[in-house]
Each structure stands twice: as structure tokens, then as C-alpha cells.
């Protein structure tokens, strides 16, 4: 369901270019939104009276006895380096698209702290299944931010070994992943891996999904069997409040953390714009799974500040008041301002945060132009696992074709 | 009538259910991380009493009743399976496979490519399929060619008690996700099962009967339609040479190539629909490498291309003993 067109509206890159890039939708535009779009637009910033929230927008911490978490200067640096250098990778994924680098991005922006909170929440023998979002998770999970460009670019499908760093491929059909995430789980379980007295022994899945992933079948069925095996799963619902151009209000008429009631676990919602609540809250729902008490659900109520993908132009569909009113609870300036505010960081820390996530930058956008195209044998490698005969004969003469434009300059440079 | 295999019946003749109840139980006795999941397989031993007994055997961890959703089953066996399990799936009938078809091409099917072998999928779909039974809508199709179609799948399908008996087996420990169709109608038919002798690999084709006249290629539960129509043409003094595909995907057309350019004509057997289908691809795979051989076209009894009929009309849909034989007439005649 990606809009993978590459194709870019004028409209787009000019709002892009006027913005730097960034929160695309906050742009006035000539589309008029309906009254009901904005009602759509005013339920989108009503959070809730559940909201479960440690750090406030003021950048104000309030303990919740319910999901303690000791804070201290070196896990609040390390979550503001981590959201700080993942945002800065994921602005240069868009300008590399624009500049033609890339055929597609797939923006985080605004959702920094729903993924860190997330990610580093998990130890290294859990195991998480994105969907294509998921560019923070697979920061927190040791993938080298130049390992994602690859899908972005058109030379792979992944990029990583999902086994041995714990971080499924990439998955583009819209809740597929759910279900696939809840199978795994279920082996977690059959290999005695939940409810261990030792708890260093347990171990747990997460699912990350959106908003309108809710809608689809594959996450409902992941519910049920999840509930029926008492899967150590954690269903993570980043509610970013549009599928493309749809509110979250066609995909529910409830509160989505509300659906869990009805599969008979437990569902939280959380401020997905607050790391240490995304933090601190997945680390429960990870631990009650590990411990057999799973699933939960965890709604992670946040904001897509920038676009659907660089192909989307979200003026056609929201209100700028809108992304505005979300800018008032940025991720990252919440912690920046708690850290400065109690002496937990001073300029030199936030300059060398900076210094480093421009540094990544040069080194993303220079891996991003170096990447080569795959010679035409990568089609047909790893189709199946054996050998399969009729495959090796399709590439033999394929390749005996190709030879055979050698001389010529053109097919040659492909 | 038990002429499965067109020969002789052993001492010890076994229905093809029951040789793939044996065969998944020695799949599961020989590896612990052979599970069988699917809706009624474990108290009820499966609709078609397949998985009988298996779960009483093998405990409830081992045989899974599943929630009734097959979305939902295929794409917890692909979790299950990135977990070092070989799931075996069981859909109840043919007809019940779309859901689950999103999960088997999206993921299933593509996961060892778009991880470039980190990730393998050795998981077993198993489908009874085929008309002939007097069931209801969605109880008798033969889907085999949507899934022939799907790169990173592998499409099999026994005919008799012996293939189900290895193939299942070979199936199971392949690397690779196997769609394996298990023809209904012929699940109490008995043949001979020598547990001893392994028919060989589940990707070759097999010269059933040789003949000199028309080869005559089928799968599955028109193996025995092709039986009786090579008993009745030798009656009249033609010789059919038989050949069982046993794999869909990859096709190994090896044999069949080898018939047709001793016999020049070729008539293909499917209930499947004639459009896109099997039939259609092994007649442009026989044109395309044995045209100088061929002494008429191809010809195919096929299923019509119509939504599966009711079934007081499906006699009219499959193929039988008189289709075969008129389109073997046909080809001599051209």
C-alpha cells in the first residue's frame, strides 16, 4: 500500500525546498479541508485523558509509579544522541530522494521518540518485526543507518540479516508483519523461553504497525492467535493519526489501545511523543511478556510531521494548523530542555550531538552515492534455498544474451 | 476399482490418507521441530482424518488447533518458521486458501530473496484439492496454477500412497516452502506401500506406463482417469505412454520431452481451467523445445473456464475416461 511512484509534484518539492525539508504538512495550501476533515483534524490532537506521559512537552518529568523508570544523566543523553542522529539520517534520506539520489524516503520525522522509547526497550535476544518505517528501531537494533538505504535506492529488498540482529526485513504490505511477528512469538514460547525463573533466559517479540495497519485483517488475526497461545508478543501501534491520506478516524471509532479489551489483554497508550514513556511503558509490556503474561497492546499516540513518503503531499489532505500544533511537542526539544534545564547536559554536549549527527549525515549521503547496481545474476540469486534447474537456465541464457550486447556501449553501461 | 497405479496390488495396500498420516508422523519423529498446524488437525485428526491421532501422539505442542483463520495460519507458521520450526499448514479445502494468499505470496514466497538467503522458509502448505466429491461451492477447485505462478514457491502433488508417503516426507524437509496438493478424491483409493523404497525426488516427473503412440501427461487425481483410458486404448490397438508430473514447480519436463519426441503427440490432463494455467505451460514449453518432434498440436483436456459447477454438473467439468480418450483420437487423427 506504499505509494512507491517516484514520481514528486512540484507542489512538493517546492514546499520542501521553502521548509527545508521539514514538516512538508505544515504548509498553507489551496485545497480547502471539509468540516469533516476538520473535526478529523481536531480528534488527531485529542490525546485522551489515558495518556500515559513522564516527560512533559515543558520538558517537566512526573514519575508514573506505574511504569518506573530510573532516569539519570547518562540514559537521557543516551536517548537525545539516539533521536537526535536518527532525525538527522532521516532528513537526509529525504534530500537525497529529491536530489534523485533515492527513488523514495520514507520520513520518521516526529515519531523519533516512539521508536528509541521503543527500541531501546528491547535486549538483544528479543526479537522486533517492522514495518517501513522503522528507521529508529533499526538504529536501536545495531543496523547501520546505510544498511536501510539499499530498499531506498532500488539495489535490495533488505540489507541486514534479520536472525542475527534481531530485526525482521522491511515489510511494505500493510500488517503482514503482525502476523509474522506473532508466529515467532509463539516459537519464543514453544521453546520455553517465557516465564523462566531466570529471567536473563526470556524473551519477547515486538510488532510495530500503524494506524491504519489496525484496519487490516492479518493485525486482527495476529490479535486472536496471539491471545489464543498466549504469545509473548508486543503489538506496537505507532497511531501517527493518517494512513497516507486517511485520519485515523476512518480506521476506528474507539480509541485504538481500546481494541485489546476485546481480544482480552492488556492495551496502554502512551505518549509517543515522550521517550522516557514510550521507554519506560515498553519495557513492561516487554517484560510481561517475557514473564507469560502476555500480549499487550501498546498505542504510541504521536504525530507524522512529514509526509506519507517523499511521493506524498499531505497540503492535498490536512490542516497546517495541525502539524503546527504538534510542533509544540517535538520529541527531541522536550529532553533537550529537561537536560539543560537540570544541568544534566550543557552546549558542549548538545554541539557534540550536532557535530555528530552531521558527520553521520556526510557519511550516509557519500555511502548513498557510492552504492553500486547489482550485476544482473543478484535477480536471479536466492530465489529458492536448493537448486532449482529451470531457474539456472532462465539466468544461463539470460546471461548468454547480455554477453552477447557486449560490444555495445549502452547495454554495457547498465 | 484401485488401480491407483496401474499395477498389481501389494500385500500390505494403503489408502493415500493414511500414507500421509505415516509419513507426517515419521517426519515428526525424526525432528522435533516439525510442527502441524491448521483448523481441526489436532482432537479431530483433520476433516479428511490426515493428521489422525498426531496430536494425541505428539501433544498439543507439536499439533496445533488453530484459531479459524488462514491468514492467520500461514503467517504465524512464517514467524514459527524464522524461529527454526518447519511448520506443515493444513488448509481445509482448496477453496479456503485465498485468505491465506496475501501472507503465501507477500511473504512466504519472497522472504528467502529479499533476504538474500539469511532468512529460509521451510514450511509445508498442504491442500486438498480437486472436484469429484459432490461438495458444495469452494469444496472441489484445483488452484494449483495460481500458485505455479508465484516465484520462491514449490508446487507438488502426490497421486498415490506411495508418492504421499515420501513426498510429504520430502516436502517437510525441504529448505523451501512447498505447496502440497493432496488430491481428495483419491485419499481412500489403496495402493501399495513399500516404506523401504523412496520413489526418488519429489521434483521429478515419472514414466508411469511406457506406449508408443500419444503421451499422455497428468498429476494428481487424474492419474487414475489416465489409467483407465490407457487400459481402453490398447483394447482398440493404441499405445498411450504415461506420465505423471508429480512436480508442478519447478516443472521437470525431461521425460515428457523424451516421450513426445518418440511419440510426436501430446495430450495434457488437468481438472484445473485451460487459461493461464499448467496445461497452458507445459504446451508452450513443448512447442517451444520439441516443435520438430511434434506430429500434432498439443492438445489438452482441461477444466472449463467457468467458476466450479454444482456438482450434479461436475461430471460434465472433469476430465474422464471418454475426454481423454477423443482427444487422444484427435491427435492421431491430425
Redesign the interface.
Known amino acids: 500500500m506504499v505509494d512507491l511512484q517516484p514520481t514528486v509534484s512540484r507542489a512538493v518539492e517546492h514546499e520542501a525546498e521553502k521548509w527545508g525539508g521539514v514538516g512538508v504538512g505544515a504548509t498553507p495550501t489551496q485545497a480547502i479541508p471539509s468540516p469533516q476533515q476538520v473535526i478529523e483534524g481536531l480528534r488527531a490532537t485529542s490525546r485522551g485523558d489515558d495518556l500515559i506521559q513522564i516527560l512533559s512537552p515543558e520538558g517537566v518529568l512526573t514519575p508514573d509509579p506505574d511504569y518506573p523508570i530510573d532516569v539519570d544523566a547518562a540514559l537521557l543523553r543516551g536517548l537525545y544522541r539516539d533521536m537526535v542522529l536518527v532525525r538527522r539520517f532521516d532528513r537526509e534520506g529525504n534530500a537525497l530522494q529529491r536530489q534523485g539520489q533515492l527513488s523514495i524516503w520514507v520520513p520518521l520525522l516526529g515519531q523519533e521518540a516512539a521508536q528509541i522509547g521503543a527500541g531501546r526497550a528491547l535486549r538483544p535476544s528479543d526479537m522486533a518485526f517492522p514495518s517501513y518505517r522503522e528507521h529508529g528501531i533499526a538504529w536501536c537494533r545495531g543496523i547501520d543507518p546505510t544498511e536501510l538505504l539499499g530498499i531506498f535506492r532500488g539495489t535490495d529488498h533488505c540489507g541486514w540479516d534479520p536472525v542475527k540482529t534481531g530485526f525482521s526485513g522491511y515489510a511494505i504490505v500493510i500488517g503482514n508483519q503482525v502476523l509474522n511477528a506473532t508466529g515467532y512469538a509463539m516459537g519464543q514460547r514453544l521453546d520455553g523461553k517465557v516465564g523462566s525463573a531466570a529471567d536473563g533466559e526470556n524473551e519477547a517479540t515486538i510488532a510495530f504497525f500503524g494506524d491504519g495497519a489496525t484496519s487490516q485483517g492479518d493485525v486482527h488475526e495476529a490479535m486472536v492467535f496471539a491471545a489464543a497461545y498466549d504469545a509473548p508478543v508486543v503489538f506496537y501501534c505507532q497511531n501517527n493519526q493518517w494512513a497516507i491520506s486517511e485520519p485515523v478516524a476512518r480506521q476506528s471509532r474507539v480509541p485504538l489501545f481500546h481494541r485489546a479489551r476485546g481480544y482480552g489483554f492488556p492495551g496502554v497508550r502512551v505518549d509517543g511523543n515522550d521517550v522516557l514513556a514510550c521507554l519506560a511503558v515498553t519495557r513492561w509490556a516487554m517484560d510481561e511478556c517475557r514473564s507469560g503474561n502476555g500480549p499487550v497492546l501498546v498505542e504510541a499516540f504521536t504525530y507524522r510531521m512529514d509526509a506519507h513518503t517523499t511521493s506524498d503531499d499531505p497540503t492535498r489532505y490536512r490542516q497546517a494548523d495541525e502539524a503546527q500544533a504538534w510542533k509544540l511537542l517535538d520529541p527531541i526539544e522536550r529532553v533537550k530542555v529537561h537536560l539543560a534545564r537540570s544541568g544534566m547536559a550543557d552546549s558542549s554536549f548538545f554541539d557534540e550531538v550536532d557535530g555528530e549527527a552531521d558527520a553521520l549525515a556526510v557519511r550516509f549521503r557519500a555511502h548513498c552515492i557510492a552504492m553500486q547496481v547489482p550485476p544482473p545474476e543478484r535477480m536471479f540469486s536466492h530465489v529458492y534455498s536448493e537448486p532449482n534447474a529451470q531457474l539456472d537456465r532462465q539466468q544461463a541464457e539470460f546471461l548468454t544474451y547480455l554477453a552477447a550486447f557486449d560490444d555495445i556501449p549502452v547495454a554495457g553501461a547498465r | 476399482m484401485n488401480q491407483t497405479n496401474g499395477v498389481a496390488q501389494a500385500a500390505n495396500p494403503t489408502t493415500l490418507a493414511k500414507a500421509l498420516n505415516m509419513g507426517l508422523r515419521a517426519s515428526m519423529e525424526a525432528d522435533p521441530k516439525v510442527?502441524v498446524m491448521g483448523e481441526d488437525v489436532g482432537k479431530l485428526g483433520g476433516v479428511f482424518r490426515v493428521t489422525d491421532g498426531l496430536q494425541k501422539d505428539f501433544g498439543e505442542?507439536r499439533v496445533?488447533d488453530?484459531?479459524l483463520?488462514e491468514?492467520?495460519i500461514?503467517?504465524?507458521?512464517?514467524?514459527?518458521?524464522?524461529?527454526?520450526?518447519r511448520p506443515v499448514t493444513e488448509i481445509q479445502f482448496d477453496g479456503f486458501v485465498f485468505?491465506g494468499f496475501?501472507?503465501i505470496v507477500?511473504?512466504v514466497a519472497?522472504?528467502?530473496?529479499?533476504?538474500?538467503?539469511?532468512?529460509?522458509?521451510p514450511l509445508v502448505i498442504r491442500i486438498p484439492y480437486g472436484g469429484g466429491i459432490g461438495a458444495v461451492e469452494h469444496h472441489a477447485e484445483a488452484p494449483e496454477s495460481y500458485f505455479c505462478h508465484i516465484?520462491?514457491l514449490?508446487v507438488v502433488t502426490c497421486s498415490n500412497a506411495s508418492d504421499a508417503y515420501f513426498m510429504i516426507q520430502q516436502a517437510i524437509s525441504?529448505?523451501?516452502p512447498v505447496v502440497f496438493f493432496e488430491p481428495k478424491r483419491r485419499y481412500w483409493e489403496k495402493a501399495p506401500l513399500d516404506v523401504a523404497t523412496a520413489p526418488g525426488g519429489m521434483f521429478s516427473s515419472v514414466v508411469r506406463r511406457p506406449g508408443t503412440d500419444v503421451t499422455v501427461v497428468s498429476y494428481g487425481p487424474s492419474m487414475p482417469v489416465l489409467y483407465a483410458a490407457a487400459d481402453a486404448a490398447a483394447v482398440e490397438g493404441k499405445s498411450l505412454e504415461l506420465i505423471d508430473l508429480r512436480s508442478l514447480?519447478?516443472?521437470d519436463l525431461g521425460p515428457v520431452l523424451e516421450s513426445v519426441r518418440k511419440t510426436g503427440r501430446l495430450v495434457v490432463v488437468t481438472e484445473a481451467p485451460r487459461e493461464a494455467s499448467v496445461s497452458s505451460e507445459i504446451a508452450a514449453r513443448v512447442t517451444e523445445e520439441a516443435f520438430y518432434s511434434l506430429a500434432a498440436p498439443v492438445l489438452r483436456v482441461a477444466g472449463f473456464d467457468v467458476p466450479y459447477p454444482p456438482s450434479k454438473l461436475e461430471e460434465y467439468y472433469l476430465p474422464d475416461l471418454d475426454k481423454v480418450l477423443d482427444a487422444v483420437d484427435r491427435s492421431l487423427a491430425f
Open positions: 510442527l505442542h496445533l488453530t484459531p483463520a491468514s492467520g500461514i503467517g504465524t507458521a512464517v514467524g514459527l518458521a524464522m524461529r527454526g520450526y485468505p496475501d501472507q507477500s511473504q519472497k522472504l528467502t530473496f529479499r533476504t538474500q538467503g539469511a532468512v529460509r522458509m516465484a520462491g514449490r525441504c529448505d523451501d514447480s519447478p516443472l
